[in-house]
């Protein structure tokens, strides 16, 4: 049974200015933390916990040992007309985001179709933001990223893949896109984590233990255990995909090549992301988005359907009109510290 949390109620710039400050604090330069610090607050806004202010102490571990270049200056470039790189520069992935996209949108906009990859970034955070920002603008995107090997494959129980998460985002007129976020495994690590902390067990599936039994203790599966991909073969398939376009298919490394130069100090290493972009109005049915909203609604007509990404939306209406969002007392004990 779970413990009690005791929370202590922020706004959403008092978040903003914890996590610029604390990463200021351990080395990074203005663009990198802003960058880093708006991801965050998104995050939180949006009942993101295990991609927010959670996220903020290994920031710090990595930017302290020297894995994560906190004055990072992400350089991109175009390799065609319709493919484009970022050097991440070593740097967290949001500035890398930040410095791509804009001519990702471009290059979408005027071929039809457009890809970005990121090198050599450290990506710690939610995937949705980036699918999102080319959503609003009218494109639709999917983005897909790798990490260190947490994850068994299917009919196994050493870890070989990361979360290995995808996100799709759909333009949706005058609202907000219809956004997905969802990791292969069976539960994002992040949840897992926030679970251990806060003294839950996690459903059946989610992981194995250190000997490959079934169970449902974050703990076991944390620490020596493997977590498990959703659906069985299905997962550990899509988990495959991600692991070859977010590494070999950008020069990158793949999950098990991340997890070889890791030194088993909890943060993130270095690796690559994927995201495509294409402009509805040019793949032969002018009327895309207006065909999508037909869809929408019908489905919208089961009682009780939702759409994904509302939930998250919802949060954000709520912490935009409350102006704030609770956040653990221990965890903000944690950052104040480190700030």
């Known amino acids: 049974m779970g413990t009690e949390i005791e929370t202590e ?27 880093v610090a708006a991801n965050m607050v998104a995050a939180q806004r949006d009942g993101s916990q295990s991609h927010g202010l959670f996220r903020l102490p290994k920031h710090v571990t990595s930017l302290r040992n020297g894995k994560a270049n906190g004055r990072a200056k992400p350089v991109v470039e175009a390799l065609s007309p319709s493919i484009l790189r970022v050097d991440g520069d070593r740097g967290y992935a949001p500035l890398a985001q930040q410095t791509g996209l804009p001519a990702l949108e471009a290059a979408a906009k005027e071929h039809g179709l457009a890809a970005l990859t990121i090198r050599r970034t450290i990506h710690f955070a939610a995937l949705w933001p980036e699918t999102e920002w080319l959503a609003e603008r009218g494109l639709v995107a999917f983005a897909v990223t790798s990490s260190p090997p947490y994850v068994a494959q299917y009919g196994g129980r050493r870890p070989v893949f990361g979360t290995n998460p995808l996100s799709f985002a759909w333009p949706r007129p005058g609202g907000l896109p219809m956004v997905y976020d969802m990791a292969s495994a069976a539960m994002a690590r992040g949840e ?118 509302d939930r998250r939306h919802r949060a954000r209406a709520r912490a935009e009109a409350e102006g704030g969002v609770d956040v653990p007392k221990v965890l903000l004990d944690e950052i104040r510290a480190l700030a």
Do not use: W, Y
Not at 14 to 27: F, K, P, V, W
């Open 9 to 35: 109620r922020l706004t959403l710039e008092e978040i903003r200015d914890l996590a610029h400050r604390t990463l200021a604090a351990h080395g990074a330069d203005e663009a990198n933390a802003a960058a």
């Open 192 to 309: 897992i984590m926030v679970h251990m902390r806060d003294g839950h067990s996690v459903p059946e599936g989610t992981g194995v233990d250190a000997e490959g039994r079934m169970t449902t203790d974050p703990a076991a599966i944390l620490k020596g255990g493997a977590q498990l991909p959703f659906g069985g073969h299905k997962g550990s398939a899509i988990a495959l995909m991600v692991d070859l376009l977010a590494g070999p298919l950008l020069g990158e490394v793949s999950s098990l090549e991340c997890g070889d130069e890791d030194n088993g100090d909890g943060s993130a290493g270095l690796g690559g992301e994927f995201v495509l972009a294409m402009d509805p109005a040019r793949f032969g049915a002018g009327d895309a988005v207006a065909r999508g909203e037909r869809l929408f609604a019908r489905l919208m007509e089961d009682e009780g359907a939702r759409l994904p990404g």
